[in-house]
């Protein structure tokens, strides 16, 4: 079916009120929004002006709206603003339209076409909302559906066809200005993942950063300039949801020749993109920017009920320096994937996953993976003792384990002592370490097939 055709007034309204729009420029948040600034040329008289821009988002947030003259050439003065994102659709014009009577095209078994006509009693659209039957009246009788494919004398004067910002603008004289417009939206949203892949034994591992840019607003930006924001902005507002639909095939760019620049900006970090991407409506981008070839990451095993539960986990611990395979950039949070190579055929193997918050460079970084399957542990308490005049308690506990792995693990057994604030080992098999207020960490090497069990006496003293 053709595309509705424009009403000359309609017309002539998008090629006066609606000027050309220069690469547009993203500030992306991983909170689901980001500034959007574009520019606009405008030619103003002195005095009121009736300017439009269609083409803004379908979760722009009008009050967030900044227009101006980066030039300084004129002051404008806004009198007022309206957002519209009512753009035409069947629904809508079929509301525009009740009342009336309008073709419905047909189409038969033997695919020849016909005409029926029908009076538009009631749309069904709602801006906004859910949208209900429509009733069509033909020949005297009443349908709750289109009985066609609906076929509109014209799109209608006061019809938009995107989403517009319209302006009455006062301008203290008359000028051709490039002026800035810039806005909040929702629906665009980046975060990002990283894919460490290691050998089948050692601790050397290579790591690839990857950004992931979602678009959800109803828009395509055209080789935008992006850059990404990294770290919890508060925002007063609730989030508008994105539309959870249908998106196309992500799209992979690799730039390791032109890296992502990384600086420090207030209190976060900003990422901005080495040359300008292409952004569709409903499409999800990736964009490599880290690669770290030979990162000394040691895989630990660490027994501590509290946070890992009742097996032993496997955690991988790396330093964020330079140093260490050419790290050191701050590291935006994000998902992190764990491969390891088999040397029988060379096939990668997912080993496990987890998640790291916004890290610093030069801090240290411990991902749990996964429980040991060949490191058995018991725990069990043995004695608990209250004292004759109750000023003090005193607890024993026995942690057993066993090595059935083919080669020596060590073991760091985690215990917290939480009753109380004073406490005492008074008793302990193995020596310990105090790593805080309420807790002591135990380093216990095992022997292929060796079983060994640590035990230790704690008193709490509440005088």
């Known amino acids: 079916m053709p595309l509705p055709r424009l009403t000359p007034l309609f017309a002539a309204l998008l090629s006066t009120l609606t000027p050309a729009v220069a690469e547009p420029a ?27 821009f269609a083409g803004v988002t379908t979760q722009v947030e009008p009050d967030s709206v900044v227009l101006r003259d980066t030039s300084g050439q004129v002051a404008l003065r806004i009198l007022e603003q309206s957002y519209r994102a009512d753009a035409a659709s069947q629904g809508l014009l079929l509301s525009l339209n009740e009342g009336r ?22 749309s069904g659209y709602k801006a906004g909302g859910d949208a209900s039957a429509p009733i069509i009246e033909v020949d005297g009788k009443l349908r709750f559906s289109l009985p066609g494919r609906p076929v509109f004398p014209s799109l209608g004067d006061d019809a938009i066809l995107r989403p517009t910002l319209s302006w009455q603008l006062d301008a203290e004289k008359a000028a051709k200005v490039i002026a800035e417009l810039g806005y909040i939206t929702g629906g665009l949203s980046w975060q990002a993942s990283y894919n460490f892949i290691a050998p089948e034994t050692g601790d050397q591992v290579d790591i690839v950063g990857w950004v992931t840019v979602t678009n959800t607003t109803g828009k395509t930006f055209v080789d935008a300039t992006v850059k990404l924001m990294a770290g919890d ?19 992979i760019m690799s730039l390791s020749a032109s890296p992502v620049t990384e ?14 991407i292409t952004l569709r409506d409903q499409e999800t981008k990736q964009v490599e920017f880290l690669r770290a070839t030979g990162v000394t990451a040691p895989q630990l095993y660490i027994y501590d009920q509290q946070k890992y539960g009742p097996k032993v986990a496997t955690v991988r611990e790396f330093k964020n320096t330079q140093e260490n395979g050419g790290l050191g950039l701050p590291l935006p949070k994000g998902r992190t994937r764990f491969y390891r190579q088999d040397s029988a055929d060379g096939h990668l193997e997912f080993v496990g996953e987890n998640n790291i918050d916004h890290t610093a460079k030069n801090e240290t970084v411990r991902i749990y993976t ?21 000023d003090n308690r005193e ?25 109380w604030p004073n406490w005492t080992l008074v008793q302990q098999s193995d020596p310990s370490e105090k790593t805080d207020a309420q807790t002591a960490e135990f380093l ?9 069990k640590i035990s230790y006496r704690v008193r709490y003293d509440w005088k």
């Open 101 to 122: 009577e309008i073709d419905f095209l047909v189409t038969d078994r033997d695919a020849k076409e016909y005409v029926v006509k029908g009076r538009v009693v009631r």
């Open 370 to 390: 996964g429980d040991v399957f060949d490191i058995a542990v018991e725990r069990k308490a043995t004695d608990s003792k209250l004292s004759s005049r109750s």
């Open 395 to 419: 607890e024993a506990y026995e942690i057993t384990l066993r090595n059935r792995k083919a080669t020596p693990v060590a073991v760091r057994v985690t215990e917290h002592f939480y009753r």
């Open 233 to 251: 902005v508060n925002r007063v507002q609730p989030q508008v949801e994105a539309f959870d639909g249908i998106r196309s095939k992500a799209g």
């Open 26 to 52: 993203l500030t992306i948040y991983n909170q689901n929004f980001a500034v959007v600034r574009e520019t606009i040329p405008f030619d103003l008289k002195a005095g009121i002006n009736r300017m439009s």
């Open 263 to 276: 600086k420090a900006f207030d209190e976060f970090h900003l990422y901005s993109l080495p040359r300008a």
């Open 444 to 452: 216990v090497q095992l022997k292929p097939d060796e079983e060994k």
